[in-house]
């Protein structure tokens, strides 16, 4: 009968451990630690890997040819949205940046404290032109003064990303 209670404590023990050590939040974020970097990788969206990542400024050039293509890239974040984590900015070579929302607004990422990381991202890439009205939304959600706001007055042509799966490192 001791050994029972024991191994049953054992298990439930053992269980709890597992289940907790690598379950995904609310927001379907799971984040990892590696033991060799000790590196936090956290996951967003569909969990995806690094691999076949391509470097964001490469993304201009691919687009010359095409509209949009599904890819996958490797870029360090700006910014996020300040009011939901619903998007970030990421950066290009040439100082530029780039729009990135998340498909069906599915999940988020944190609204704060992303500035300079490495960014993994699976999705669609795509030459849009947004509007006046989505670019003071963006300002708004990034907490930009009234000036800021009110002098966005043309639309944007721009690279865009919509994306599926993400990994944040750092």
């Not at 956290?42 to 293509?69: C, Q, R, V, Y």
């Not at 009205?133 to 708004?140: R, V």
Request: glycine share 6%.
């Amino acid at each position: 009968m001791k050994k029972s209670n024991i191994v049953f404590s054992i298990i439930v023990a053992l269980a709890t451990t597992l289940y907790s050590c690598g379950q995904a939040t609310k927001d379907n974020t799971k984040v990892e630690k590696t033991a060799e970097t000790a590196t936090k990788v956290a996951f967003f969206g569909e969990k995806i890997t690094e691999n076949d990542a391509i470097a964001a400024a490469e993304l201009p050039k691919m687009l010359e040819k095409m509209d949009s293509t599904n890819t996958k890239i490797k870029a360090k974040i700006v910014q996020t949205c300040k009011k939901k984590g619903c998007w970030m900015d990421v950066e290009f070579a040439d100082g530029k940046t780039m729009k990135i929302t998340f498909k069906d607004y599915g999940f988020f990422v944190p609204k704060e404290g992303m500035e300079g990381k490495e960014v993994i991202m699976q999705g669609m890439a795509k030459k849009t032109i947004t509007d006046v009205a989505t670019l003071k939304h963006y300002a708004e959600d990034a907490k930009k003064t009234k000036a800021e706001i009110d002098a966005i007055t043309k639309p944007k042509e721009a690279i865009t990303f919509e994306a599926t799966g993400v990994i944040i490192k750092g």
